[in-house]
């Protein structure tokens, strides 16, 4: 029989012999604690006593009611229908569900919520992998908040699965969240709404709110140097908030709100069934004064809905009203050859964009543009600018694949072109150590635009990108417009086959060949 089936008095006697057990097996008595589930003091006191002096103690003679016993059952069939919820989601519903749920903390749930899966036999599955965070000097009110997108999965009343999309802010300041759920994933129009929804939310507005570099928000990265889209880019300047930008694949850049993605996730969505997106949305609210912004903060230890107090008169005023976009996205089957038809013409999609005949897309039509977003995952596909012909076919170079080989070409004929200056070098070389993701796209630009120049232009505009810091090829070209004239397209000075080395090899005396090596290798 467990341990947690028996009455009181009689698991506490198994609890003092399986101390005394573990003890001489050489654990130490924090070890014990977990295990059985038990506070350290109430482990060593039971080390200490012997059997006659335990059983004649009070506190094996007590019986103990648990203040949360009387849902014992509720609890139960919730664990044996979700095994992964945390005690602190237990604690939430429990909350949410019963108006007269006595005040207990969250140490007495963890404990009841512990007995309940020992009793039950109903194990918590365990984590693969754990990510290591460091911790990161605070902020002044009022200065930062962190916005991102999530998504998860699911089940409706009828148990079919479905998707739903979410956009998180959180002020880094007082950790005051703000959640909003959508259907659909987020439009450069949807995602405004809830930006708006989030200022409404607090009553104010950062001066700073760090972001992802996701395409919802961004136009074009111009080779590292990000565009928003004219939506958004009319938003923040209508708002007067700036627009930080992480590194992509950096989520540690914006660690406050990736937690808070995740505590959407787990705390609150994790085996709740969808209803509508109408309720989910106010039961998000509800959840965010009962709970997230309710509670003490894991971090902090503060209560954020106290702090923000103190933040709120550090925060922008915000002045305007949130109006819901009505333009829904429409759906689109994929071809074989991963494009889709629209108005007579088609557009290119990544490759393996098509698993079948009844592959579809989401598409949305924004500013003269096609936004295409995968049906499976939500995510933002690709975006097109709409021909105004018919019968066209418009591909985006991107769903082509860049190797090293054209890398590696782009180099040699940069370095052709300009007859091997060392300025070019330099400024190659320097553009791969700032921009590596970018360094390829750069090249293809360079190469196209540098055929319209003499060498002397190029060598000039190099010289004053590397003295102003400018490494991006649609600046340097259009300073070579500036300073020098346009001539008729020219082939490079000298025809070479090979590598870059090989190239140098036959360059002009003036150059050091291990000057080439040590920027290229």
């Not at 009455?7 to 006697?13: A, G």
């Not at 930062?144 to 979410?166: C, H, I, N, P, S």
């Not at 190797?403 to 070019?424: G, N, R």
């Not at 397209?489 to 090989?502: A, I, K, N």
Request: charged share 30%.
């Amino acid at each position: 029989m467990n341990a947690y089936e028996l009455e009181s008095p009689e698991r506490k006697l198994v609890m003092w012999y399986k101390c005394k057990e573990k003890f001489e097996k050489g654990l130490s008595k924090a070890q014990i604690a977990r295990e059985l589930g038990l506070d350290v003091k109430t482990v060593r006191r039971y080390l200490r006593m012997s059997y006659d002096e335990f059983k004649s103690s009070g506190s094996y003679k007590r019986m103990y009611i648990k203040v949360l016993d009387p849902y014992e059952g509720m609890v139960s069939s919730w664990l044996e229908e979700h095994p992964d919820l945390s005690a602190s989601q237990i604690h939430d519903w429990l909350r949410e569900r019963y108006a007269d749920l006595p005040e207990v903390n969250s140490k007495t749930v963890f404990n009841f919520v512990k007995c309940i899966r020992a009793k039950y036999n109903i194990d918590k599955p365990q984590a693969t992998s754990r990510r290591q965070y460091m911790k990161v000097e605070e902020t002044p009110f009022g200065e930062y908040a962190q916005a991102d997108f999530g998504e998860m999965w699911m089940k409706t009343a009828d148990k079919r699965d479905l998707k739903v999309y979410f956009f998180v802010m959180v002020l880094c300041g007082s950790r005051k969240k703000y959640v909003y759920f959508s259907r659909s994933p987020f439009t450069a129009e949807m995602a405004v709404y809830a930006h708006e929804k989030a200022f409404e939310y607090y009553g104010g507005k950062p001066r700073k709110i760090i972001y992802d570099q996701d395409a919802v928000l961004i136009h074009d990265e111009n080779l590292g140097d990000c565009v928003l889209t004219k939506t958004f880019n009319a938003f923040v300047n209508q708002e007067h908030f700036e627009c930080v930008f992480c590194r992509k694949s950096d989520p540690e850049s914006k660690g406050k709100v990736e937690n808070a993605v995740k505590y959407v996730k787990y705390n609150f969505l994790r085996g709740r069934t969808f209803e509508s997106v109408e309720q989910l949305n106010e039961d998000g609210v509800r959840w965010l004064s009962r709970t997230a912004n309710g509670l003490p903060h894991n971090g902090t230890h503060l209560v954020p809905d106290e702090v923000f107090k103190e933040e709120n008169g550090h925060l922008i005023p915000y002045y305007g009203r949130p109006m819901m976009p009505e333009r829904p996205m429409k759906e689109y089957t994929v071809q074989k050859s991963n494009l889709i038809n629209y108005r007579g013409n088609g557009y290119s999609l990544p490759s393996g964009t098509y698993k079948g005949p009844r592959t579809t897309v989401w598409v949305n039509v924004n500013d003269g543009r096609l936004e295409i977003y995968s049906k499976e995952t939500g995510k933002l596909i690709h975006i097109h600018e709409i021909s105004s012909e018919k019968g066209q076919y418009i591909s985006a170079p991107c769903h082509r694949r860049s190797t090293s080989a054209s890398c590696k070409a782009h180099e040699k004929t940069v370095m052709e072109y300009c007859s091997y200056d060392e300025l070019a070098m330099l400024w190659m070389a320097n553009l791969k150590r700032n921009k590596p993701r970018y360094y390829t796209q750069n090249l293809s630009v360079l190469v196209k635009g540098m055929r319209h120049f003499a060498p002397s232009t190029l060598h000039n505009a190099f010289e004053k990108c590397i003295d102003r810091g400018m490494y991006n090829a649609k600046d340097y070209l259009t300073l070579c417009d500036r300073i020098g004239k346009r001539i008729p397209v020219r082939e490079p000075s000298t025809t070479l086959h090979g590598s870059l080395s090989e190239a140098i090899k036959q360059s002009p005396d003036k150059t050091d060949i291990n000057q080439y090596n040590q920027y290229f290798s």
